[in-house]
C-alpha cells in the first residue's frame, strides 16, 4: 500500500461525498465549461493559428483559485458547524491523517478535472505540431499550483465554521499571493523588490513551468506551500484538543516543531535559490544553452565578459524578463568553465559606470512611458547586455533582445525573442572581430599550400609576367611570416608531355587561357590552395593592387571563426515605378538577416564575375540574365563556391488592390537543365496550406462593416516535416516554412549521377498542380474555399540542395568575357578563360519561390500570426552557413522561437473540431457518473451482503 490504510479511508470518503452531493459535479462542470470557453472563445484558438495549448493554461491561476476555495470551504467549517470535528480531533489516529485524506480527496477530484481537458491537446496534436513537453509540464504546474490552493483552503477552513466566511479568507488570501507577481502590482517598487515579489507568487513560477522548464526553485516553492498550509492545518487542529490549564510543554514542543516546519521551508527555497537545476522538456530543448553556443565558449583564448546594465525601475512589462536574462547569462557562465565572466549592475547606481557606458560602449538609457490610474511619467531604463572579447566588443539593446506581439485584445505580450542566438551571435561576432585583429594563420586549423599552375615565361603576355612577379613576392612574404603553415611552388602545365594540363583538365576544368578570340597563343595562368581536405581557386583579375586581398579571402575559406562574405544579387528598387504602385517586390528583412551573421556585398553580375572575396553568392528573383551574369555564376560555383538560387518562372504583383501573376524568365533556364535541375512552367497547389487574408465586407443590422476573414489558399504551401528534411542541418528543427506560389523542381537523374542529392522541401502528398495564372482567393458564399485537387496528386519538390562535381555549362564554349571584348573593340589585353569543371566542395541550392522571402509576404504572414514571421528567414540563414560548412549557429537557429501554426481550417472544421471537444468532455462528464453509480451500487450490495451475514450470525446464537 503506497499511502496509509487511514489516509485513503478518509480520501475516499471525501470523494464519495462530493460525488454523493453537487459539489463534485459541480466542480468538474465549471472546470469544464470554462476552460473550454477560454481555450476556444476567450484566447480565440483558432484565431490565434498556433499549434499550441497556451489558452488552456492562460487563466488557470485564476480560475483554481474560486473552484479550490470553493471545493474546500466546507471540508473543515462543515465538520465544525455540525459537531463533527470534536469526533474527529477526540480519534486515537494522529490528526495529520485526516488532513492527508482531505487533501488527497481534493487533489484527486483536481485530477479528475484535468484528464477531462486531455481532448483539447489531443486535438491539437492532430491538426499540428503539438510540442508535448510544454503541454505535460503545463499539467504539472496545474496541480501543483492547485494543491497550493487546496492546501490554503483547508488551513482556512479549519479556523472557521462559516463556509461562506472560509471562501471569502481563502478566495482573498490566494488572490494575494497571484498578484503580488504581476506587473500592476510589481510597478510600484524597484526592480529588485519587483523580483522578489514575483518570487513570492503563485502565477509567476506557473508560467516558468508551462512554458516547458522544470526548475527545482519553482517545484520546492509549490511542494513548500503545500507543506506549510498543511502543517498549519494540523497545528490548527491540534490546538483544538490544549485544554487552557492543559500540558504547557507538549503546546510548546507543537509550537516549536511547526515553526521549524515553516523556517525550513524559507531556508530550502532561499538556498535553492542560488542554484540553477532545472530540465527543459521543450522539443529540442528551446531553453538550454546549445551545442552550437558550447562551439563557441570552447574556442575562448581570453575571459568573456558579459554585462548586463538593467534599471531597478524599468517598465513593467520589460521587468519580468530580467531574471530571464540574469538566468541565462549564469548558464553561460557555468558552461564557460571558468572563461565566462558575468556581472549584472544598476547604472545609475554609479555614475562612473554609467559614464563608460554612455561614452565607450554607445550605451543609452531608453524613456518609457509608465502610466497608472492616476498619473504618468517617463522613466529613463537601461536594458542591454554588454559581450566583450579583448578589445572588441557588441552591446544588445531591448530592441534585439525582445519581440512584441499583438495579444487577442487590445492587450501587448512582450517576451523574450530568442535570447540565446541573440547572445551566441554576439560571441560569434566579438571572436571574429578578434581574430580578424591577429595573425590569419592562427585560426586555420591546417597547413596550407599553394600552387600555380602558369606556364613557363616565354608563353606568358607580358602583363602577366610583370604580374607573376609581384605574386610570387607577396606569397613569399606570406610564408615567411606563416612560421612554416604556408608553402608555395610552381608547376609548368605542358611540362612532361603535358602531363599535368591533363590532369587539372579531368580534375578541374582547367582550360588553356587566351588573350583574345583571335590569339592562338595559350597559356596556363591558374592559382590555388590546398589542404588536407579541399581545394580552393584563387580567383583573380590579374592585377597586382588586389591580389592580396583574393588571397586573404581564399585563405579565410580554411579558416575558423572568421566571417563569411556573401555576394547578393537581387532586383534593386525602381523610384520611378514605384511613383506608380510598380515597384516590384522588395527584400529588406531578407538582407538584414544576411547582415546579422555574414558580410553582405551587392553583386552586379552583368560584368561577368563575383568578388573575389565572396565565400558564397545568392542570387534571388532574378530577371532576364544575360550571358555574362550566366559565366559569373557558372565560373563561382566551378571554383567550388557554394550557390543559392531563389527564382520561379513566375512572380506576384499587387496594383490597385488587384493580385496577379506574371511570367518571369530568370534566364537561368538553360544553365539549371544543363545541371539536371528543371523548373516546372507551372504553380503547385497543396490541401496543406497557409491561409490567406482577404477583406469581406458584412451587412449587419443595416450596418456595412468590413473585417479580415482567413481563407484557404493553396498557393501558400505550408512546407512542414516530414515536407521539410528532418535530418538535414538546413531544414532539421524547422517547424515551419509558407512558400507563396511555388514552381515544381524536376531532378534529371542522369545527369546528377554522382553527386549528392538531398530534397530539402517538399509539398504534402495531396498536392497538385496548375498552369493557370489566375491566383485570387476563391471562396464561396458561405465562406468555404471553393479550390479542389483533382484525382492526381502527388508530393512536388520545392527545394533542393545538389552538391559535388560539376561540369561548366560553357565548356566548349568561348568565354562572354572575350566575346564582349572582341565586339567593343577594346585595344587593351583581356585575358580570359573558362573552368570547365568544379572540385567535390562546390554546392548548388535551389527554392523554387520568387516571393516567399519578400518583404511583402513576411509581412502578411506576420501580421497573420501576431508576431514577426521569421520561418523564411531562418531557412536562408540555415542554408548560408550550411553552405560554407560553417555549422555556426545552426544549432540554435533551428530552435528558435518558431509559431508551431496551423493549417488553415474551413470555419466549418472549426466548429467541428470545437463540438467535438464540448461532446468529449460531456462523455467523459457522463463515464465518470456511470463510474460512480457503479461504485455506489458494489458499496451497497457489499453492506447488504455484511448485514446479512451479521443477521445470520445472529440468528444462529
Known amino acids: 500500500m503506497l499511502l496509509n490504510s487511514s489516509i485513503q479511508r478518509v480520501a475516499q470518503k471525501e470523494i464519495t461525498l462530493f460525488f454523493a452531493s453537487p459539489v463534485a459535479w459541480l466542480f468538474l462542470g465549471s472546470f469544464a465549461a470554462v476552460t473550454l470557453f477560454a481555450f476556444f472563445w476567450g484566447e480565440a484558438f483558432f484565431a490565434r493559428n498556433v499549434a499550441d495549448v497556451r489558452p488552456l493554461f492562460e487563466w488557470m491561476p485564476i480560475l483554481l483559485i474560486f473552484l479550490g476555495s470553493a471545493l474546500t470551504m466546507r471540508m473543515w467549517s462543515e465538520e465544525r458547524r455540525t459537531g463533527t470535528l470534536e469526533h474527529v480531533i477526540t480519534q486515537p489516529l494522529p490528526l495529520w491523517h485526516f488532513v492527508a485524506g482531505k487533501f488527497l480527496g481534493c487533489v484527486g477530484l483536481l485530477l479528475l478535472a484535468l484528464l477531462i481537458t486531455l481532448p483539447l491537446p489531443m486535438t491539437v496534436s492532430l491538426l499540428g505540431d503539438l510540442d508535448w513537453g510544454p503541454v505535460l509540464a503545463g499539467y504539472l504546474a496545474t496541480l501543483l499550483l492547485g494543491a497550493a490552493y487546496i492546501s490554503i483552503g483547508l488551513f482556512v477552513s479549519s479556523r472557521s465554521d462559516n463556509a461562506i466566511v472560509s471562501l471569502i479568507g481563502s478566495v482573498l488570501l490566494c488572490s494575494l499571493l497571484y498578484l503580488a507577481g504581476t506587473s500592476t502590482f510589481t510597478g510600484f517598487f524597484s526592480n529588485f523588490s519587483g523580483e522578489l515579489l514575483r518570487g513570492l507568487s503563485t502565477g509567476a513560477r506557473f508560467e516558468s513551468i508551462t512554458r516547458g522548464v522544470l526548475d527545482i526553485r519553482d517545484l520546492a516553492y509549490y511542494l513548500s506551500l503545500v507543506l506549510v498550509f498543511l502543517c498549519l492545518n494540523v497545528y490548527a487542529l491540534e490546538s483544538e484538543r490544549w485544554a487552557s490549564d492543559g500540558a504547557h510543554s507538549q503546546h510548546r514542543r507543537w509550537r516549536t516543531v511547526t515553526a521549524l516546519v515553516l523556517a525550513n521551508a524559507l531556508v530550502a527555497n532561499l538556498w535553492l535559490s542560488q542554484l540553477s537545476l532545472r530540465a527543459d522538456v521543450t522539443e529540442g530543448r528551446l531553453y538550454s544553452i546549445s551545442d552550437a553556443t558550447h562551439r563557441y565558449l570552447d574556442r575562448l583564448q581570453e575571459p568573456l565578459l558579459l554585462r548586463g546594465y538593467f534599471s531597478a525601475k524599468t517598465h513593467p512589462l520589460l521587468a519580468p524578463l530580467v531574471p530571464q536574462l540574469r538566468d541565462l547569462l549564469k548558464e553561460y557562465e557555468v558552461a564557460g568553465r571558468g572563461k565566462v565572466r558575468v ?136 610564408a615567411a611570416d606563416s612560421g612554416g603553415r604556408f608553402s608555395l611552388r610552381f608547376v609548368e602545365p605542358e611540362a612532361n608531355g603535358g602531363e599535368v594540363a591533363t590532369r587539372i ?94 558580410t553582405i556585398r551587392v553583386e552586379d553580375l552583368s560584368d561577368g564575375s563575383v568578388t573575389a572575396e565572396a565565400d558564397l553568392l545568392v542570387v534571388v528573383a532574378p530577371e532576364n540574365l544575360d550571358d555574362k551574369a550566366l559565366f559569373a555564376i557558372d565560373q563561382f560555383l566551378m571554383r567550388g563556391g557554394s550557390v543559392t538560387l531563389v527564382t520561379s518562372p513566375f512572380i506576384s504583383r499587387v ?120 491566383v485570387l482567393p476563391r471562396v464561396s458564399d458561405t465562406g468555404v474555399s471553393e479550390w479542389q485537387a483533382p484525382a492526381n496528386t502527388a508530393s512536388q519538390l520545392l527545394g533542393v540542395a545538389v552538391s559535388g562535381q560539376f561540369s561548366s555549362f560553357f565548356t566548349g564554349k568561348d568565354s562572354p568575357l572575350a566575346l564582349s571584348t572582341q565586339t567593343e573593340g577594346d585595344e587593351e589585353t583581356a585575358i580570359s578563360g573558362v573552368i570547365e569543371r568544379s572540385p567535390e566542395s562546390a554546392r548548388l541550392i535551389v527554392y523554387s519561390s520568387n516571393d516567399f522571402l519578400t518583404d511583402q509576404i513576411l509581412g502578411t504572414m506576420s ?88 443477521s445470520a450470525q445472529g440468528g444462529a446464537a
Not at 523564411?872 to 545552426?890: K, S
Open 655 to 774: 496594383a490597385g488592390g488587384s493580385l496577379a501573376m506574371m511570367n518571369r524568365v530568370s534566364g537561368l533556364e538553360a544553365w539549371l537543365a544543363h545541371h539536371g535541375l528543371t523548373l516546372g512552367e507551372s504553380l503547385v497547389l497543396d490541401p496543406q496550406n497557409s491561409a490567406f487574408p482577404i477583406p469581406v465586407t458584412r451587412e449587419v443590422g443595416g450596418f456595412r462593416f468590413q473585417e479580415v476573414r482567413m481563407v484557404d489558399y493553396p498557393f501558400f504551401v505550408d512546407a512542414r516535416e516530414p515536407g521539410l528534411n528532418p535530418t538535414h542541418p538546413v531544414t532539421a528543427g524547422i517547424p515551419q516554412v509558407t512558400l507563396a506560389w511555388p514552381s515544381p523542381i524536376e531532378l534529371d537523374a542522369e545527369k546528377n549521377s554522382g553527386r549528392e542529392v538531398v530534397r530539402l522541401m517538399e509539398s504534402s502528398p495531396g498536392s497538385w498542380t496548375e498552369s493557370s495564372m489566375d
Open 863 to 950: 501580421s497573420m500570426t501576431g508576431a514577426q514571421y521569421l520561418g523564411p528567414l531562418e531557412l536562408v540563414a540555415n542554408t548560408l552557413d550550411w553552405a560554407v560548412e560553417d555549422e555556426g549557429l545552426l544549432g540554435i537557429r533551428s530552435l528558435a522561437h518558431f509559431n508551431r501554426s496551423l493549417p488553415p481550417l474551413e470555419k466549418d472544421t472549426q466548429l467541428f473540431w470545437e463540438y467535438l471537444n464540448y461532446g468529449l468532455v460531456v462523455l467523459a462528464l457522463a463515464i465518470i457518473g456511470l463510474w460512480q453509480r457503479l461504485n455506489r451500487r458494489k458499496r451497497q450490495r457489499h453492506y447488504l451482503a455484511v448485514l446479512g451475514d451479521a
Open 343 to 478: 556581472e549584472i549592475i544598476d547604472p545609475v547606481d554609479d555614475p562612473a559606470v554609467e559614464e563608460e557606458a554612455n561614452q565607450k560602449y554607445g550605451i543609452q538609457s531608453v524613456p518609457f512611458q509608465v502610466a497608472d490610474r492616476y498619473q504618468a511619467a517617463l522613466v529613463n531604463s537601461y536594458f542591454n547586455v554588454l559581450v566583450q572579447y579583448g578589445d572588441s566588443f557588441e552591446v544588445l539593446g531591448f530592441g534585439d533582445l525582445i519581440e512584441v506581439k499583438a495579444g487577442t485584445t487590445t492587450s501587448l505580450e512582450v517576451r523574450l525573442r530568442n535570447p540565446e542566438f541573440d547572445l551566441t551571435r554576439a560571441i560569434k561576432q566579438v571572436l571574429n572581430s578578434y581574430a580578424a585583429g591577429g595573425k590569419l594563420f592562427d585560426s586555420i586549423p591546417s597547413d596550407i599550400s599553394f600552387t600555380g599552375y602558369i606556364s613557363a615565361d616565354e608563353l606568358l603576355p607580358e602583363t602577366l609576367l610583370e604580374y607573376r612577379q609581384a605574386i610570387t613576392a607577396e606569397l613569399e612574404a606570406l
Open 505 to 598: 583538365r579531368e580534375e578541374w576544368g582547367f582550360r588553356p587561357m587566351t588573350t583574345s578570340l583571335l590569339d592562338d597563343e595559350a597559356f596556363y595562368f591558374y592559382l590555388t590552395l590546398e589542404d588536407d581536405r579541399q581545394v580552393v581557386q584563387v580567383p583573380t583579375d590579374f592585377d597586382a593592387d588586389s591580389f592580396r586581398q583574393a588571397l586573404d579571402a581564399s585563405l579565410k575559406r580554411f579558416a575558423q571563426g572568421f566571417t563569411k562574405v556573401v555576394a547578393y544579387s537581387a532586383p534593386q528598387l525602381n523610384p520611378q515605378m514605384a511613383q506608380f504602385g510598380m515597384a516590384g517586390p522588395t527584400f529588406r528583412n531578407l538582407e538584414t538577416a544576411i547582415t546579422e551573421n555574414h
